[in-house]
C-alpha cells in the first residue's frame, strides 16, 4: 500500500441495472427478497450507501457506493452482492473503484519544503 491509501478510503461505485422480472414479484415479493438481501450484506452495512437513479437514457438503475480501508473490502462486498438472493434480478454493469482524495490544501503539504 502506498501513503494515500493509509489515510484515505477505497471507494467503489457498483452500476446496477433491475430486470424487469423484479418489479414482476410485486411488493411482497419485493420485500421479502429485500429483506433476505439485507441479511446477506448486513455485515457489510457501515459500507454501504445506495443511490437510486434515474436518467433520461436509463442506462442505470441504482448505484451503490461502497467504502472500505482496503480493496480487499470493496471485492468482498461486491462478491457477496453477486452471490447473493436479489443478484438473480440485479447485473452489476460496471464497476469503478477509485480512492477519496485528501482535501487539497493538505496534499501537497508533506511534499512541500518546509
Do not use: C, W
Not at 433476505?36 to 437514457?57: I, M, P, S, W, Y
Request: glycine share 10%; net charge neutral; proline share 4%.
Amino acid at each position: 500500500m502506498h501513503d494515500l491509501a493509509d489515510k484515505n478510503k477505497y471507494v467503489g461505485f457498483l452500476f446496477m441495472r433491475i430486470s424487469p422480472e423484479y418489479f414482476a414479484l410485486g411488493r411482497e415479493g419485493i420485500h421479502e427478497i429485500s429483506a433476505e438481501h439485507a441479511r446477506d450484506l448486513g455485515r457489510f452495512a457501515k459500507q454501504l450507501t445506495h443511490v437510486v437513479t434515474t436518467g433520461v437514457n436509463g442506462r442505470y438503475d441504482q448505484v451503490t457506493i461502497v467504502e472500505g480501508d482496503t480493496l480487499e473490502e470493496i471485492n468482498a462486498a461486491a462478491t457477496a452482492f453477486r452471490m447473493g438472493n436479489k443478484a438473480r434480478y440485479i447485473e452489476i454493469v460496471d464497476i469503478v473503484v477509485g480512492m477519496k482524495a485528501p482535501p487539497r490544501g493538505l496534499a501537497n503539504r508533506s511534499s512541500q519544503p518546509g
